[in-house]
C-alpha cells in the first residue's frame, strides 16, 4: 500500500511539470456570501474574506503557493486590511496541504491593504485546523523522520465528529466521518454563506479515492457523502441552495452530490453482491461493475484508475474487521 502514496507524490509532480509548462494560473470563482473557490492549485482551495481578515480551506500543492497566495491577497485587497487567521485542512494529503507551512508564515503578511504585520504575529503566523489524524499523518513515531515539515502542521486539532469557529460574523462548522476518503477528513461548512467544502470525499474528476491505507473505506465514504447531502439544501428551483466545492474539479451543488453518491452506492451494491457469489478480484474487475459510468469518472491511466478504484472497494469490504 506505500505503493497508493507514491503515486500520490508523482501525481502532484506530475501536475506540477505539466502546469509549469503551460503558465498555471490560479482562477477566482466567487461562489457566494464571503466565500470564494480558488482553482488550479492542484487541489481546490475555498476563501473566506471580510471585514475581520481571511481564512482558508486547504492550501494546495506547494508548487503552487506562491500564486495562491498572491492571488488570496489581491482579492483581499478590496475587502480587508486585516491577516489571515486561520487555515483549516480537509486532510492530510500534499495537493491539500502542500502549501500550509508557506500560508501559516504569511499569515500576517498577506493583509489586504499595505500594512505591516506586527512582530509578535508574524512570529505566531496562522492558525491551522484540522482533525487530529492529519497530524498523526503529517508527523511521525518519536525517532523516526516526520513526513512534511513541522511548520505546516495543524496547530489546533480537534478529535470527536465535530468542531466548531466563528469568524467575519460567521460560524464555520467541520463535520468529521470516521473512515472515508482518509482517517481525518474534515467536511467544512459556512453556515451563513451557505457553502460546503468536501475535500476528496467528492469530486468531479474520477471515482473517489478510498486511501485504505491511512484509514479510508467505501462504506464511510458513501456514509460522508449522505452526510454532505444532511447539510446541503436545494433551492425551490432545483439549481442552486447550498453550493459545493469538491476537492477537485467544478463547482457544483446538492443535485450533484446525489448523482455521486447514487453511482458509488450502486458500484458498491454490484461489488458486493459479486463478492457475495463467491467472485475473486480478477472477476469481479473482468465483470466490469463500472462500465456505465466509465465515462464519466473512468480511467485507465493516472494517478487513480477504474481497476484501482475497484480494487480498494474490494479490499474495502472484504478487509476483516
Ligand atoms: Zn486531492
Ligand atoms: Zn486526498
Known amino acids: 500500500m506505500i505503493r497508493l502514496l507514491g503515486l500520490f507524490l508523482s501525481f502532484v509532480a506530475t501536475a506540477t511539470i505539466s502546469s509549469a509548462q503551460q503558465a498555471p494560473e490560479i482562477h477566482i470563482l466567487p461562489v457566494q456570501g464571503n466565500v470564494y473557490m480558488l482553482v488550479g492549485a492542484v487541489g481546490n482551495i475555498a476563501v473566506q474574506v471580510s471585514s475581520d481578515g481571511i481564512l482558508m480551506v486547504d492550501t494546495g500543492s506547494a508548487q503552487m503557493t506562491d500564486q495562491a497566495l498572491a492571488t488570496v491577497k489581491q482579492l483581499a485587497k478590496p475587502i480587508t486590511n486585516k491577516p489571515l487567521r486561520f487555515i483549516i485542512n480537509t486532510h492530510f494529503h500534499p495537493d491539500h496541504t502542500g502549501g ?15 500594512v505591516a504585520g506586527n512582530i509578535q504575529d508574524a512570529t505566531e503566523g496562522a492558525a491551522i485546523f484540522a482533525h487530529e489524524n492529519v497530524m498523526k499523518r503529517m508527523s511521525a513515531p518519536t525517532g523516526a523522520q516526520a513526513p512534511t515539515p513541522s511548520g505546516g502542521w495543524p496547530t489546533d486539532t480537534y478529535f470527536g465528529d465535530t468542531q466548531e469557529l466563528f469568524f467575519n460574523g460567521e460560524a464555520i462548522q467541520m463535520f468529521h466521518p470516521k473512515s472515508a476518503h482518509t482517517d481525518g477528513d474534515s467536511i467544512v461548512f459556512f453556515r451563513r454563506s451557505d457553502v460546503v ?11 473517489p479515492i478510498i486511501d485504505l491505507q491511512n484509514g479510508g473505506s467505501i462504506n464511510g465514504l458513501i456514509d460522508a457523502l449522505n452526510l454532505i447531502l444532511d447539510i446541503t439544501i436545494p433551492a425551490e428551483k432545483q439549481e442552486g441552495g447550498t453550493m459545493v466545492i469538491p476537492g477537485h474539479g467544478r463547482l457544483c451543488d446538492e443535485a450533484d452530490v446525489v448523482e455521486y453518491r447514487d453511482m458509488v452506492t450502486i458500484i458498491r451494491d454490484r ?14 474487475k473482468a465483470a466490469k461493475p463500472t462500465r456505465d459510468y466509465d465515462p464519466l469518472y473512468g480511467s485507465t491511466t493516472g494517478f487513480w484508475t477504474t481497476d484501482m478504484f475497484v480494487e480498494a472497494v474490494y479490499k ?6
Open 100 to 114: 500550509n507551512q508557506k500560508a501559516r508564515a504569511a499569515g500576517t503578511t498577506i493583509t489586504g491593504g499595505n
Open 316 to 321: 474495502s469490504l472484504t478487509a476483516k474487521k
Open 197 to 207: 467544502l468536501t475535500g476528496d470525499i467528492f469530486t468531479t474528476t474520477n471515482y
Open 271 to 284: 461489488i458486493q453482491d459479486m463478492i457475495k457469489k463467491g467472485m475473486t478480484l480478477e472477476q469481479i
